[in-house]
């Protein structure tokens, strides 16, 4: 996983281990940057980051830092690496840390609202189920023991209760329920 390695200059931090997705990179390397600050410390002045000619990471990420205005890169020429026998280009990324916010920011919200779009699309396809199919979906998700679907189906059944659908849910249909309930309790 990419992350920030600490260097002897407190202004200069190495980013490392890239991913293929330079979008993935940069949510990656804002997050990390943008939360040694929280912590009180400075953001530093650059990041490094480098990687050999034959992959594509360093310059995508290169060219996404460029492409979305979030500060500015210098490049090295490639450089022969006897160690890996690989030709390195090093890059010098000075962020623009008021921009790298505001990117991250709406990036996340941009999830977030993705998110609460799926999960209502859930909400409506389990509400519209028939109540056996529906706790069947639960008893799945127990028996599999997925926590996350788990609770995201305990918390949809009950907005479908709350949502005034009670009239679909008869008090013995919450059996599997009261049942993942304290299946999960266990779980955790």
């Given at each position: 996983m990419a992350?920030?390695?600490?260097?002897?200059c407190c202004g200069l931090r190495?980013?490392?281990?890239l991913v293929e997705d330079a979008r993935e990179n940069m949510l990656r390397l804002s997050g990390l940057w943008l939360q040694e600050n929280t912590h009180g410390d400075t953001y530093g002045a650059f990041i490094v980051f480098s990687d050999h000619t034959?992959?594509?990471?360093?310059?995508?990420l290169?060219?996404?830092?460029?492409e979305n205005e979030l500060g500015t890169i210098q490049q090295t020429e490639p450089r022969h690496?006897?160690?890996?026998?690989?030709d390195l280009v090093v890059y010098?990324?000075?962020p623009d840390n008021d921009a790298m916010r505001t990117w991250r920011e709406a990036i996340l919200q941009e999830n977030r609202e993705r998110q609460e779009r799926v999960r209502q699309a859930?909400?409506?396809r389990l509400a519209n189920l028939p109540i056996a199919e529906r706790n069947r979906v639960i008893q799945t998700s127990v028996m599999n023991q997925d926590r996350n679907n788990l609770v995201g189906q305990i918390g949809i059944v009950r907005e479908i209760i709350n949502d005034g659908r009670t009239a679909r849910v008869k008090l013995p249909d919450l059996e599997p329920l009261t049942f993942a309930i304290r299946r999960l309790?266990?779980?955790?």
């Open positions: 992350e920030f390695r600490t260097t002897s190495e980013f490392h281990n034959e992959s594509p990471r360093g310059s995508d290169a060219s996404f830092i460029l690496n006897p160690s890996s026998d690989n010098l990324y000075t859930e909400i409506e309790t266990r779980l955790i």
